[in-house]
């Protein structure tokens, strides 16, 4: 008996075969090169196996298969298109929570994908002055429409509201004291405690009030050993029960006369009334800017529905203390966020198309009538395709650290897959696109609320491959 291993051919005359020239014109020679090599070996070693040990697979019956450029080359193709499945690709959320942290929190606007498309393929002017045709400065971007829509005197745009906050805390606090209620001593996500922050820019914390209550004179008491008031909001947790805290307004005129900037950290980035959303009262930068506040920071991919940024707004001579500060340099904004920032800002000029438009707000607000609807034309489709599936209630969430016990109501499609909802689960999050969903009392629930319309017919026809273990 001939060992079939003898038939395998050389990685040269395989590169001849019809099928790796295909491969070649595909993938380059290169990489066909390497994944040929690597299909040789593993059929070598699945011969080795199938001899040696206990295989089904006799000798003989490789010996056709060992002897033909097509068992490789589909090996090799099949390992070349894994391989180029990008790593960071888009997925169709059915978790029902909006602001997904983990799913890339906001997806944007039509108009700023095609705004930061445009940006980011061919130059800009960026830092560019056309009316003079000389130097100019990335951070005038965004400003007019950040001081229309907060009525602040100026802003700044940098990576993330973790950055804006280290940004304004080392401008205005280096060296110096910072005072924090310890009812504002929180993690934000991620590690980020506001304690280490302080520190991390230079600053010192200065301890005020007690967890549950803070006075204006818990402040007044440390005021002349501080250089800046922080006022963090609690967007994350509440506290409930024997509680006080001091309004920004009481902060302010405390403040002034002392010549001590308030910041107020609001991290969500709401743009409008929460009650539009039918959402719960929510501070906007508006509202703490009227209220008092020197310096108030935001986040760009939060309520704002906008790109990953953090927005500074507030006092002129402030923020050009910031845009001074060399870490400014370190933490800015790149220009295709900008771009898809400046079109989100944009959107909101026409109050009544903004909830519409921005993707993350029209979720927000979707009424519960048309997503048991739509939930009713998914279970629908499914059962064209033989995948029975029921219409449920469920609730999601906002999400992003926003707004916490705030459940949505919503409606699902609930998969029928008899005790195996995690395979199914597991299943769904392979293909292309992935698609993730939520597990209720073992059961998998699609929440339509986060799918986006045109990914109906993927989301559909990826059940459909999940169900029948394709
Ligand atoms: C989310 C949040 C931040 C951080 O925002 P990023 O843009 O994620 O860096 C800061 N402060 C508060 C209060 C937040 O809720």
Redesign the pocket.
């Known amino acids: 008996m001939t060992d079939p291993r003898s038939c395998i051919p050389g990685v040269d005359a395989l590169l001849a075969s019809p099928g790796a020239e295909e491969l070649v014109e595909r993938f380059g020679r290169p990489r066909t090169v390497d994944a040929l090599r690597r299909a040789v070996e593993s059929v070598r070693g699945e011969i080795a196996a199938a001899t040696g040990g206990e295989g089904t697979v006799t000798p003989d019956e490789w010996m056709s298969s060992a002897a033909d450029p097509a068992t490789y080359t589909t090996r090799a193709e099949i390992d070349l298109i894994a391989s180029d499945v990008p790593s960071l690709r888009h997925v169709v959320n059915a978790t029902g929570v909006v602001l997904h942290t983990n799913l890339g929190r906001a997806p944007l606007a039509d108009e700023a994908v095609e705004a930061m498309r445009q940006a980011a393929g061919r130059y800009t002017n960026l830092e560019f002055d056309l009316d003079e045709g000389r130097r100019g400065s990335r951070y005038v971007h965004c400003v007019e429409l950040l001081r229309e829509l907060t009525g602040a005197e100026d802003a700044l745009v940098v990576n ?4 804006a ?1 280290i940004l304004s805390l080392n401008t205005l606090g280096r060296g110096a004291g910072v005072a924090v209620s310890r009812g504002e001593l929180v993690e ?2 991620g590690g ?1 405690r506001i304690p280490e922050i302080i520190e991390r820019a230079g600053a010192e914390l200065v301890e005020v009030g007690s967890t549950n209550r803070t006075r204006v004179e818990d402040y007044a008491e440390v005021l002349s050993g501080v250089r800046a008031i922080l006022k ?2 609690r ?2 947790f509440r506290i409930t029960g024997f509680t006080e805290e001091t309004s920004v307004a009481d902060l302010a005129s405390l403040a002034a006369g002392a010549d001590v900037p308030v910041v107020h ?4 980035g709401l743009m409008v009334d929460a009650a539009e959303l039918g959402l719960p009262e929510e501070p906007l930068a508006s509202a703490s800017l009227a209220a008092g506040a020197d310096v108030v ?1 935001v ?4 309520l704002l529905g906008g790109t ?3 927005i500074i707004v507030g006092r002129a001579d402030l923020m050009q203390r910031m845009r001074r500060n060399p870490l400014c340099r370190a933490l800015r904004v790149d220009k295709v966020t900008l771009a898809g920032l400046e079109a989100t800002l944009r959107l909101y000029r026409d109050p009544a198309t903004v909830r519409k438009r921005i993707p993350t707000l029209a979720m927000l607000s979707a009424d519960v009538d048309t997503l048991e609807q739509r939930a009713r034309a998914l279970a629908d489709a499914l059962g064209a395709v033989g995948v029975r599936a029921s219409v449920v209630p469920t609730t999601g969430a906002v999400g ?3 707004y916490p016990g705030v459940e949505l109501a919503s409606f699902a499609v609930e998969l029928d897959v008899e005790g195996n909802a995690h395979g199914l689960a597991a299943a769904l999050r392979e293909g292309t696109p992935p698609v993730v969903g939520r597990i209720v009392d073992d059961a998998l629930r699609l929440d339509v609320r986060t799918v986006f319309p045109d990914q109906e017919d993927d989301l559909v026809r990826r059940v459909a491959e999940a169900h029948s273990g394709r």
């Open positions: 993330n509201a973790a950055a906050l934000i996500g980020f963090v909001h967007s994350n950290d609001l991290g969500s920071v986040s760009g991919d939060k990953q940024a953090g992003g650290g926003t």
